[in-house]
């Protein structure tokens, strides 16, 4: 872990990472740094713990490094944070780990194990070990041509092997429980029919057609208005319990982290500078740039009482 000093970081990161509604540790009920207010007690785990050993990736064609000896562990049903400034690796972490990372960029270590077994060399994670991604901009995640039933239909056939009628009712199942009023009339839609809020139900919905054993969220709330945002996350934590999948929430939110996520990880400009219960990060940052981002959070929050 490198040592970071908060003088590097200009104002606007300040206000990119931190939520104005900040809560401290103490309106938490984080007492055994498992259990948040929100969150039901899970029941059986039949699911699966993920593990990111040592990941790095670099620019293939400068040799730049953007994560470096990254770790992580994401046990069943647990919600697990990552946070960071804009430009800290926060979306490579996740698209390295679905095994989709972008041309031009190459990982150089790492490895992934889902309940102790390798899973690194498998490319299509999302299929041999039922990984989900979910995505900041639901709109541009969907397919604009096709209506959102077959969509989710589609991820079915290919997760569930499914038949055709078949998968669509099931579509139409999963509709319904993202909590889509009318599912069998929304299945009909194209996405520019429905709200945004609507639009990433409908992504959840796909993510839940892969049975996943582990679920990524990468700023899943951050294009939608505050309302829906707190409808989202509540689906996600509901649907966590349910399925007792483990989940990754990317997020730059940390009133987010404090009200959703079990566990958080701080990323800075490529490394990994803590990793901890939500309530002790919270209540004792360790990292210099840990307690910036929490002094920041504070300061804004103060200042918005006082306004
Ligand atoms: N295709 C690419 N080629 C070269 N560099 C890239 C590429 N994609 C991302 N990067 C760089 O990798 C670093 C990490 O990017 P990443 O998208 O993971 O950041 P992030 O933490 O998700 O930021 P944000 O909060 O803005 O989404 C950034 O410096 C970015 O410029
Ligand atoms: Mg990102």
Partial sequence: MGSHGGGGCDQHAHRAVVDRFLPRPHDRDHGDGTALHRRRSGGGSSMSRLTIEDLSVEVAATRSSILRGVDLEIEPGEIVGLVGESGSGKSMTSLATMGILPFGLRQTSGRFLVDG?????????SVSSRFAMIFQNPRDSLNPLMKVGEQVARMVQLHQRLGRAESRAEAVRL????????????ARKYPHQLSGGMC???MVAMALACKPSLLIADEPTTALDVTVQAQILDLIIELTDETRCGVLLVTHDLGVVAETCDRVNVLYRGDLVESGTTARVFADPQHEYTRYLLDAGRQLE??????
Avoid: Y
């Fill in 117 to 125: 077994e390798d899973v690194t060399d498998q490319k299509r994670r």
């Fill in 175 to 186: 509709l319904g429980r993202v909590h889509i009023i009318a599912p069998d009339e929304t």
């Fill in 200 to 202: 990433q139900r409908v």
């Fill in 302 to 307: 103060a200042a918005d009482g006082a306004a």
